[in-house]
């Protein structure tokens, strides 16, 4: 498989995401790979499909459930979880948790993590790979994923998940979880029609609403976190990198905008370090551990809270 390169490897990794040579593209990583990004192109074109599939109260609420939902399995397994290790839990829950995150369409776990740690190991200097400050804001929101150079998953860099083979499974065949939602979609619209046919619903609305429309503006929420989260808002923390807190993006994603508090302290489970930062993934993840699903948070230290400015 190493000999598969250029558009060949890229048409294959639309399946089979760790198919041919590990280093294809790393020569130029800024240079976007239009072949591979066939698949995220036609997700964007998908919300068109409102269009002739109309709308209706259940498909919108679908929507914008399962935006809560994914955002949540996003903010809490894939980033804290995932990339930095904030809480503990089983093996099972580990997997429900990458499968959860998968629903995203944000790739596997091991990939989303293996990116995250590199962010903030280099954070806006030069080997972060979607820096708005070294590479300007449209590259570091969404440009970065289009590089061919970056579709692969780094492994030495998530070792501790690695060793999984239901995570390695789940993050090389990364497209088979969202066609299972977008198929589910589309039966659940199509069940509803049968049930009760004067609701409107159709299988193509609720394909179009809860998968494309929900997944693209959940994709680009999370997305602010490098862009926007990098350039408005206020800095409590020096960190050396221009990470800031803002209210806005807190509340689209859940509480990732404290993203300067978060810099300042990646492994606590809680990203609003003051009573008044409305942190709801937080919230999330004390219910789950009051049911007992995860287990040991980590809290941020006592003298952080008081560290920087109000
Ligand atoms: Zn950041
Ligand atoms: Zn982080």
Known sequence: MSALSGAGAAVVRWFDSWAGDPADGAADPFRPDLVRVVPFALLHLGCLLVIPAGWSLPAIAVAAGLYLVRMFAITAFYHRYFSHRAFEVSRPMRLLMALAGATAVQRGA????????RHHRHADREGDLHSPRLHGFWWAHAGWITSRAHFRTDVSLVPDLAKYP????????????????AAGLFGLG????ALDPASGVTGLQMLAWG???????LFHATCTINSLAHRL?????????DSRNSWIL???TLGEGW?????RYPGAAAQGFRWWELDLTLLGLRALEAVGLVRDLRPVPEALRREGAA
């Open 190 to 193: 199509e069940a509803w029609a």
């Open 211 to 217: 998968f494309f429309v929900s997944t693209v503006v």
């Open 250 to 252: 807190a509340l689209l």
């Open 166 to 181: 239901e995570l390695r499974f789940l993050d090389r065949f990364d497209t088979l979880v969202p066609l299972l939602l």
């Open 110 to 117: 091991l990939w989303w993590a293996a990116h995250h740690r």
């Open 259 to 263: 993203h300067n508090n978060h810099h």
């Open 233 to 241: 808002g206020r800095r409590r923390f020096a960190t050396a990198d």
